[in-house]
């Protein structure tokens, strides 16, 4: 194990310095941290001492982006904004000047601090006016891979968003000889706001993924049950992404993937690659054929390396993971987006303007009745299986689904047991990591844990998870049919056990719901402007919050100030997470010390889900 | 006149019904500032769904069917039109509505309004007003359905039901089968209808979504009349059946 000084990977963060060459006129666009770096030597950057100062101005101009001119909201004139650098043990004074026409604010995304300066207008603070400066000074209790963005309207949207890196004080654990920021999101040269009414509209605009009728015809009996049953439900098995491909250009550190962001390599070297889904709607599938990725950090917190070959990054997520490449050659950075309708691609190699192979998209998902939280292993067969389900081709798809037996015994409101604190876990750096299984090793839905009340939730709600599983070992939504290693939440184990070993004294259950159609988004089937006040917890108090999601697509609950421990089976060891992805008919348990007095948001991370109302905030006092 | 007037006052007087706090806008959270983010602020829809040309067996006609609504995720003003003119003359028939319209069940709106109808051209412009209460949605299968029930100003009972459906060729080439029933409770000579059904209307349009807000279309459309209906079309010197070629556009913004 080799530790680093965090200002060695200051420097190495911060790549090469000012990039010439083939992208050069792009590239100047870009804030340094994202420019393909051309040369392996970093430049040196004198160490940093005492407090950092950060300016971030917000600003609205025309820039260069995704292959075209567009008006963005910048930060310090690029998009993404600026990399923020801190270092734990340090102050850190983050001063954001508002050069807008309107009000803006920064949200500090998964980092602690007083709720003051969390940046939530309304919230936590009135915004920030035309003209005027935020400061947050606060210090800096953490280490790991963060980012920043708006929570403004749909500022977000267009361009107030950037990674924040803080180093350990106590140095790396796991040695690396390079260490790349790698952000992605979504662009769209339409107003966000006219997005959002298309939605509004026709919640299916940019849906053009689905099934036709003559893939139907084409692919038999089965294939007619399984239409059926979904025109039945109202509902389509195609609906995985909201907003897609069609308006979308997905972005990796800022560049289309023409652009071809590169980090460099010499081979044999160890790269730490910060994966930030910085997107607004997007969830991505990452790989990097022909490169193994061993995960060693999720939303900041270090996790007990685990190998694999693909992961799923839902929106405002981070993972850090290290890769080996020993050829001397070029990989592709692959991150396709969840319902196939785009990607976003950079390339690691040992030069600058080397390139890999891109894969071909694979083929678009389809929800499953398991998702839809029906009991159909359970003799309701009315309704066909997934097994019918028609592919773009007009084949018929294998998904596994065989081994959905539904344990009646464990239903009731019993959540998976947490299993005792591994003995040994003390060698975990030294020793080789631990590796996931393959998507079709995992297909088999997760067992049914609870079965829904009477309450369907009002008439903004479209559905209820009759049955409701434990998903944290199923793999994401379109990777269940792979056959190399994907990564699933229950892979996840925190490096350090948590701090507080006390049973939750107290559940607090919130359903996710919505209405597609109308494109409603609420916890519990009420809006936030529909709720008398806030979720409120005791200073101290440990807390079991359970989500349950009602709806058949996945939402990224986040908790603003506090970070949660997913409940997936690691016992002591849980995962913290500032952001968990909750999957269709899901029942999630995540439990939370509440020790940090104030107001924090608490929503989906999906931007126009969030924007229509699916949010809450918790208040501890 | 006097009963629309006070049809449209209990059209108002229905739109300002507690609307849960739903799309109040401001909303009673313990926080000093406005509000966190406009969840509830409102949108607005308007659908031409047909705007055609028909090659019917008698003169041929335009026709144009158009709605749209203004509000929240609860409650919205819905608008809607139809009428049709004649190529060859300027006679025609308009009828609109003005609904105010509540989400009931997550795929109904309960629609209660006005309706309005009128004739124009060469002969002496006649109307008439209803008192309107429908219900439209998605009903299950993905059937759009709109169905109504209409109180004239003399008292007269007559009902509407209109399904349409969307079968996908490709991701822009969308077949929409269209079925449209109309019947009344009692005739009303003047206006050419009789009582029990009236007549039915089976169409089929293809249409082809250049983008989604903009898509042409070419249809078949057989409409037949019945009963009474069809013995005032005949007394008129009209067809009791009509099988239409047409030709159209179908917007929306
Ligand atoms: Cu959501």
Same mark, same amino acid.
């Given at each position: @194990?080799?530790?680093?000084?965090?200002?060695?990977?200051?420097?190495?963060?911060?790549?090469?310095?000012?990039?010439?060459?083939?992208?050069?006129?792009?590239?100047?666009?870009?804030?340094?941290?994202?420019?393909?770096?051309?040369?392996?030597?970093?430049?040196?950057?004198p160490?940093?001492?005492?407090?950092?100062?950060?300016?971030?101005?917000?600003?609205?101009?025309?820039?260069?982006?995704?292959?075209?001119?567009?008006?963005?909201?910048?930060?310090?004139?690029?998009?993404?904004g600026?990399?923020?650098?801190?270092?734990?043990?340090?102050?850190?004074?983050?001063?954001?000047?508002?050069?807008?026409?309107?009000?803006?604010?920064?949200?500090?995304?998964?980092?602690?601090?007083?709720?003051?300066?969390?940046g939530?207008?309304?919230?936590?603070?009135?915004?920030?006016?035309?003209?005027?400066?935020?400061?947050?000074?606060?210090?800096?209790?953490q280490?790991?891979?963060?980012?920043?963005?708006?929570?403004?309207?749909?500022?977000?949207?267009?361009?107030?968003?950037?990674?924040?890196?803080?180093?350990?004080a106590?140095?790396?654990q796991?040695?690396?000889?390079?260490?790349?920021?790698? @952000?992605?999101?979504?662009?769209?040269?339409?107003?966000?706001?006219?997005?959002?009414?298309?939605?509004?509209?026709?919640?299916h605009?940019?849906?053009?993924?689905?099934?036709? $009728?003559?893939?139907? +015809?084409?692919?038999?009996?089965?294939?007619?049950?399984?239409? $059926?049953?979904?025109?039945?439900?109202?509902?389509?098995?195609?609906?995985?992404?909201?907003?897609?491909?069609?308006?979308?250009?997905?972005l990796?550190?800022?560049?289309?993937?023409?652009?071809?962001?590169?980090?460099?390599f010499?081979p044999?070297?160890?790269?730490?690659?910060?994966?930030?889904?910085?997107?607004?709607?997007?969830?991505?599938?990452?790989?990097?054929?022909?490169?193994?990725?061993?995960?060693?950090?999720?939303?900041?917190?270090?996790?007990?390396?685990?190998?694999?070959?693909?992961?799923?990054?839902?929106?405002a997520?981070?993972?850090?993971? +290290?890769?080996?490449?020993?050829?001397?050659?070029?990989?592709?950075?692959?991150?396709?987006?969840?319902?196939?309708?785009?990607?976003?691609?950079?390339?690691?190699?040992?030069?600058?303007?080397?390139?890999?192979a891109?894969?071909?998209?694979?083929?678009?998902?389809?929800?499953?009745m398991?998702?839809?939280?029906?009991?159909?292993?359970?003799?309701?067969?009315?309704?066909?299986?997934?097994?019918?389900?028609v592919?773009?081709?007009?084949?018929?798809?294998?998904?596994?689904?065989?081994?959905?037996?539904?344990?009646?015994?464990?239903?009731?409101?019993?959540?998976?047991?947490?299993?005792?604190?591994?003995?040994?876990?003390?060698?975990?750096?030294?020793?080789?990591?631990?590796?996931?299984?393959?998507?079709?090793?995992?297909?088999?839905?997760?067992?049914?844990?609870?079965?829904h009340?009477?309450?369907?939730?009002?008439?903004?709600?479209?559905?209820?998870?009759?049955?409701?599983?434990?998903?944290?070992?199923?793999?994401?939504?379109g990777?269940?049919?792979?056959? /190399?290693?994907v990564?699933?939440?229950?892979?996840?184990?925190?490096?350090?056990?948590g /701090?507080?070993?006390?049973?939750?004294?107290?559940?607090?259950?919130?359903?996710l719901?919505?209405?597609?159609?109308?494109?409603?988004?609420?916890?519990?089937?009420?809006?936030?402007?529909?709720?008398?006040?806030? +979720?409120?917890?005791?200073?101290?108090?440990? $807390?079991?919050?359970?989500?349950?999601?009602?709806?058949?697509?996945?939402?990224?609950?986040?908790?603003?100030?506090?970070?949660?421990?997913?409940?997936?089976?690691?016992?002591?060891?849980?995962?913290?997470? /500032?952001?968990?992805?909750?999957?269709?008919?899901?029942?999630?348990?995540?439990?939370?010390?509440?020790d940090?007095?104030?107001?924090?948001a608490?929503?989906?991370?999906l931007?126009?889900?969030?924007?229509?109302?699916?949010?809450?905030?918790?208040?501890?006092? | 006149?006097?009963?629309?007037?006070?049809?449209?006052?209990?059209?108002?007087?229905?739109?300002?019904?507690?609307?849960?706090?739903?799309?109040?806008?401001?909303?009673?959270?313990?926080?000093?500032?406005?509000?966190?983010h406009?969840?509830?602020?409102?949108?607005?829809?308007?659908?031409?769904?047909?705007?055609e040309?028909?090659?019917?067996?008698?003169?041929?006609?335009?026709?144009?069917?158009?709605?749209?609504?203004?509000?929240?995720?609860?409650?919205?003003?819905?608008?809607?039109?139809?009428?049709?003119?004649?190529?060859?003359?300027?006679?025609?028939?308009?009828?609109? !509505?003005?609904?105010?319209?509540?989400?009931?069940?997550?795929?109904?709106?309960?629609?209660?309004?006005?309706?309005?109808?009128?004739?124009?051209?060469?002969?002496?412009?006649r109307?008439?007003?209803?008192?309107?209460?429908?219900?439209?949605g998605l009903?299950?299968?993905?059937?759009?359905?709109?169905?109504?029930?209409?109180?004239?100003?003399?008292?007269?009972?007559?009902?509407?039901?209109?399904?349409?459906?969307?079968?996908?060729?490709? !991701?822009?080439?969308?077949?929409?089968?269209?079925?449209?029933?109309?019947?009344?409770? !009692?005739?009303?000579?003047?206006?050419?209808?009789?009582?029990?059904?009236?007549?039915?209307?089976?169409?089929?349009?293809?249409?082809?979504?250049?983008?989604? !807000?903009?898509a042409?279309?070419?249809?078949?459309?057989?409409?037949?009349?019945?009963?009474?209906?069809?013995?005032?079309?005949?007394?008129?010197?009209?067809?009791?059946?009509?099988?239409?070629?047409?030709?159209?556009?179908?917007?929306?913004?």
């Open positions: @194990m080799r530790y680093k000084h965090p200002d060695e990977t200051r420097r190495r963060l911060m790549g090469g310095a000012a990039a010439a060459g083939l992208l050069a006129g792009v590239d100047a666009l870009l804030p340094v941290w994202a420019r393909s770096p051309t040369s392996a030597a970093g430049a040196v950057r160490p940093a001492a005492g407090a950092v100062q950060f300016d971030l101005t917000v600003a609205r101009q025309r820039i260069d982006i995704a292959g075209k001119s567009a008006w963005a909201h910048t930060l310090n004139g690029t998009v993404p600026p990399l923020i650098e801190l270092h734990e043990g340090r102050e850190a004074l983050l001063r954001v000047h508002n050069r807008l026409d309107e009000d803006a604010s920064i949200h500090w995304h998964g980092i602690l601090l007083p709720f003051e300066l969390d939530v207008p309304g919230v936590t603070f009135p915004g920030i006016r035309p003209g005027e400066t935020f400061e947050a000074r606060f210090p800096v209790r280490a790991g891979t963060y980012w920043y963005h708006s929570h403004s309207g749909l500022q977000e949207q267009t361009g107030v968003y950037g990674p924040l890196v803080i180093h350990p106590g140095g790396y796991d040695a690396f000889d390079r260490d790349y920021v790698v @952000m992605l999101s979504d662009w769209t040269f339409e107003d966000p706001m006219a997005v959002l009414a298309k939605l509004k509209k026709q919640s605009y940019y849906n053009f993924q689905e099934t036709t $009728l003559p893939q139907v +015809i084409a692919a038999g009996t089965p294939a007619w049950r399984d239409w $059926l049953a979904w025109a039945g439900m109202r509902m389509s098995p195609t609906d995985i992404a909201d907003v897609t491909g069609h308006t979308y250009t997905y990796m550190n800022g560049q289309h993937p023409d652009g071809n962001w590169t980090g460099l010499r044999g070297e160890r790269v730490r690659l910060r994966f930030i889904n910085g997107s607004a709607m997007s969830y991505f599938n990452i790989r990097i054929p022909g490169l193994p990725m061993i995960v060693v950090q999720a939303d900041g917190q270090d996790v007990q390396p685990v190998q694999t070959d693909e992961l799923q990054i839902a929106v997520e981070t993972y850090d993971v +290290i890769v080996t490449p020993t050829e001397d050659r070029a990989y592709t950075v692959f991150a396709e987006s969840m319902d196939r309708s785009g990607y976003a691609r950079g390339t690691l190699a040992p030069r600058a303007g080397m390139a890999a891109v894969p071909a998209l694979r083929k678009r998902p389809l929800r499953s398991v998702d839809m939280g029906m009991d159909h292993a359970g003799g309701h067969g009315g309704h066909a299986g997934h097994d019918g389900a592919q773009p081709d007009g084949s018929a798809a294998h998904a596994g689904h065989g081994a959905g037996a539904v344990d009646h015994a464990a239903m009731g409101h019993a959540m998976p047991a947490s299993q005792p604190a591994a003995a040994n876990h003390s060698a975990h750096t030294a020793a080789a990591p631990a590796s996931a299984k393959t998507g079709r090793e995992r297909a088999a839905p997760g067992s049914v844990v609870a079965t009340d009477a309450d369907t939730h009002g008439v903004g709600n479209v559905a209820v998870a009759q049955v409701q599983r434990d998903r944290t070992a199923e793999p994401g939504t990777l269940a049919d792979v056959d /190399h290693r990564l699933v939440y229950a892979d996840l184990r925190s490096r350090a056990p /701090h507080d070993a006390r049973a939750p004294q107290r559940d607090i259950e919130l359903h719901t919505g209405h597609m159609e109308r494109y409603m988004w609420s916890f519990d089937g009420k809006k936030l402007s529909e709720v008398t006040g806030p +979720i409120e917890m005791r200073h101290g108090e440990r $807390l079991r919050i359970v989500l349950v999601n009602d709806t058949m697509m996945e939402h990224p609950i986040h908790l603003h100030g506090m970070f949660v421990e997913l409940d997936n089976g690691a016992g002591a060891y849980r995962p913290r997470k /500032h952001t968990v992805s909750v999957k269709p008919a899901e029942r999630m348990s995540l439990l939370l010390t509440a940090e007095p104030g107001r924090w608490f929503h989906c991370h931007l126009y889900h969030m924007h229509m109302g699916m949010m809450r905030v918790v208040q501890v006092v | 006149m006097k009963t629309l007037h006070t049809l449209l006052a209990l059209a108002l007087a229905a739109s300002a019904l507690p609307a849960g706090a739903a799309d109040a806008g401001a909303h009673a959270m313990p926080i000093d500032w406005q509000h966190v406009e969840d509830s602020h409102p949108f607005g829809f308007a659908l031409i769904d047909r705007l040309y028909r090659d019917d067996e008698g003169p041929n006609h335009l026709l144009w069917d158009a709605q749209g609504w203004y509000g929240g995720d609860y409650n919205r003003l819905w608008l809607k039109t139809e009428g049709e003119s004649p190529v060859s003359d300027s006679n025609g028939e308009f009828e609109g !509505q003005a609904l105010y319209g509540r989400l009931v069940a997550p795929y109904w709106d309960l629609q209660a309004g006005v309706r309005y109808d009128r004739t124009f051209g060469s002969g002496p412009d109307d008439r007003a209803f008192g309107v209460l429908g219900v439209q009903a299950p299968y993905r059937f759009e359905t709109d169905l109504a029930l209409f109180v004239s100003e003399d008292g007269d009972l007559s009902a509407s039901a209109e399904l349409e459906y969307e079968l996908l060729l490709t !991701q822009r080439l969308i077949l929409q089968p269209r079925v449209e029933i109309n019947a009344a409770a !009692q005739q009303v000579k003047s206006w050419g209808v009789g009582s029990g059904l009236n007549d039915l209307q089976l169409g089929l349009r293809l249409r082809y979504e250049i983008r989604r !807000q903009f042409p279309y070419v249809g078949i459309e057989w409409v037949k009349k019945f009963g009474d209906s069809a013995d005032f079309a005949r007394a008129d010197g009209q067809d009791t059946g009509n099988l239409a070629l047409l030709a159209g556009l179908r917007m929306w913004f």
